[in-house]
């Protein structure tokens, strides 16, 4: 398991119909299932994953409580996917040309599903992929709601909670996009609540190694391009020079162009 402190998570029913589900869930996370009428046990978890008609995280009890959700009607990013072309990942994956060819994007890296959803919601098909069991079914269960509210971007995104490496896509991919862990011994301020969460339930998953296996990968899958989301002074993923760099305050989108580099 993963976490920086002692970190007791354990898994809860909402009620008996989501029992199921949740001894599922925790077996697959690895960690116990925690019944709601244990009310010492539910009090000693320091992460409680709830699952009922959506799966939700909370941490701390009382006022410090906090809850953590995927939600892709949210504000911040729905104002995120009314910015369009300006945003800077739509101009890194190259969307914001009139007559661009890119089809299909690989979200290898899909974290909360912030990015996927605004490349989905510009048009293109995504496939996101998440490796950790929790963070993917935050993702799914968020992904359901979306398409439950009938939200148009949702039928263009397709989830896999799996290795992106181990992944093999049954279309061809134009853009693979990474947006890799912060990496051990290396945090940064996190940008929201849930980021902050993702970096502490991840911190020592992802190694350095791993990520250049990623981006190997994603040179091999993708057609046209390989975008990779740094840090603004961080060095970039690979060796190998970026064919371009689109720059933010606080971060900057390194670009890799491949052989069909028309996109
Ligand atoms: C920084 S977060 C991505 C945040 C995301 N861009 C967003 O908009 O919410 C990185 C995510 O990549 C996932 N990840 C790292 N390596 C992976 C791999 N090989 N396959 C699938 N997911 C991976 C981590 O579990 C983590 O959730």
Redesign the pocket.
């Given at each position: 398991m993963s976490c920086t402190t002692p970190c007791r998570i354990g898994v809860l029913a909402e009620d008996s119909r989501y029992a199921e589900v949740a001894d599922e869930l925790a077996r697959h996370i690895g960690v116990v299932a925690v019944r709601a009428e244990d009310e010492r046990l539910v009090h000693e978890v320091s992460l409680r994953v709830v699952v009922g008609p959506e799966i939700c995280v909370y941490s701390g009890h009382g006022r410090n409580e906090r809850r953590i959700a995927v939600d892709f009607s949210a504000p911040a990013l729905q104002q995120r996917v009314q910015t369009g072309s300006k945003d800077l990942l739509i101009r890194a994956c190259g969307l914001h040309k009139e007559n661009h060819r890119v089809r299909r994007v690989m979200d290898?890296?899909?974290?909360?599903?912030?990015?996927?959803w605004v490349l989905a919601a510009a048009g293109v098909e995504v496939i996101a992929?998440?490796?950790?069991p929790l963070?993917g079914a935050l993702l799914r269960s968020a992904l359901n709601r979306a398409r439950s509210q009938g939200l148009a971007a949702s039928e263009r995104l397709t989830l896999y909670v799996g290795?992106?490496?181990e992944l093999n896509a049954p279309e061809p991919i134009d853009v693979v996009y990474l947006?890799?862990?912060f990496s051990a011994g290396r945090r940064k301020a996190a940008s929201s609540k849930s980021m902050s969460f993702?970096q502490d339930w991840?911190h020592d998953?992802?190694s350095e190694q791993?990520q250049q296996a990623?981006f190997e990968r994603a040179c091999d899958v993708a057609l046209a391009r390989v975008v990779v989301k740094r840090s603004a002074k961080a060095e970039p993923l690979s060796s190998y020079p970026p064919t371009f760099q689109i720059k933010g305050k606080t971060h900057r989108f390194d670009v890799y162009q491949l052989g069909n580099g028309s996109a």
């Open positions: 290898a890296t899909a974290g909360f599903g912030n990015d996927a992929a998440e490796q950790d963070v290795d992106a490496k947006d890799p862990m993702l991840l998953k992802y791993d990623l």
